[in-house]
């Protein structure tokens, strides 16, 4: 199966890095979305479908912890799996995140191998 | 918690991330830090019981060897020159990342900045080198001599 896939990160570098990442994972994508912020993704979920969303935390306009509080109020959104991919390491954040619902965290630096996993374990692929 | 900001925890945090994200690996340097007009500089802010703001200090023309290894190009691709100040900042925001849980350890709650490309003259470089309150590492990947710097406020 393939997937459509939302990355969501203010640094066009760390988009195009995710990308590469999940292409040398091995996981089929059929499309990729980008974003720079959670305002920009908001806008994209309500018009695309998309299987998966990842992450960054600390952006402009709308932050990650933003985006994942408007999608888990909207019923056509509240279920599509969010996977944070930050840089910050606070474990009471994690936990937060966590708690709201966000799948898994993945803290940069990071290896394609993360993503592999991330999608046998929350896509089955 | 002001001691905990010291040249080992610099040095492993970018060190880690240099290896892990560009397949570099660090010394440190003995190099003396001087300002240089054509070194590009990504600082970053962080706030929480100690606060203060990190600075990524790269010669322009490693900033392009960073972005080719941290993007899978060839050193020659022309797209390296606009995403080279990308490259510097995310790499910050790693350090950034990786060094504020070495000093708070990671059930501290604080807050990370947006990283940003700055331009200091020469008295302002200088002026950071001096103060008291600021770790200075001077590292090198046996090609390319780079400087990380800490200052708290």
């Known amino acids: 199966m393939a997937y459509r896939v939302l990355i969501v990160d203010d ?6 890095i995710i990308k590469k990442a999940i292409n040398i994972s ?3 994508v059929e499309k990729y979305f980008e974003a720079p912020n959670g305002s920009e993704a908001l806008n994209l979920l309500l018009s695309e479908w998309v299987d998966i969303v990842f992450t960054d935390l600390n952006m402009p306009v709308m932050n990650g912890f933003e985006l994942v509080d408007n999608m888990n109020t909207q019923d056509l959104l509240k279920d599509i799996p969010v996977i944070v991919v930050s840089s910050e390491q606070s474990s009471m954040k994690i936990e937060d995140l966590l708690s709201k619902g966000v799948r898994e965290y993945i803290k940069k630096p990071f290896r394609p191998e993360h993503f592999k996993t991330i999608f046998q374990k929350v896509l089955g692929g | 918690m002001l001691n905990k900001i010291n040249d080992t925890i610099l040095f492993e945090a970018v060190s880690q991330v240099f290896e892990e994200a560009v397949f570099a ?3 440190k340097s003995e190099d003396e830090i001087s300002w ?7 600082s970053m802010n962080f706030k929480g019981p100690l606060s203060g703001v990190l600075y990524l200090c790269v010669p322009e023309e490693y900033s392009i060897e960073i972005a080719a290894n941290l993007l899978g190009l060839e050193p020659d691709n022309e797209e390296l020159e606009e995403k080279k100040s990308g490259a510097i900042k995310e790499l910050l925001n790693m350090v950034v990342g990786i060094f504020i849980n070495k000093v708070y350890g ?3 709650a604080y807050h990370l900045g947006i990283p940003s490309m700055i331009e200091l003259s020469q008295s302002e470089f200088s002026k950071i080198l001096s103060n008291s309150q600021a ?3 001077c590292l090198d990947d046996f090609d390319n001599t780079f400087s990380l710097m800490a200052v708290v406020k």
């Open chain 2, 135 to 137: 770790k200075v590492l």
């Open chain 2, 106 to 108: 990671e059930s501290q």
């Open chain 2, 25 to 27: 690996l660090l010394e």
């Open chain 1, 26 to 28: 091995g996981v089929e």
């Open chain 1, 11 to 16: 640094s066009e570098i760390i988009r195009n």
């Open chain 2, 36 to 42: 240089d007009p054509d070194t590009m500089i990504a």
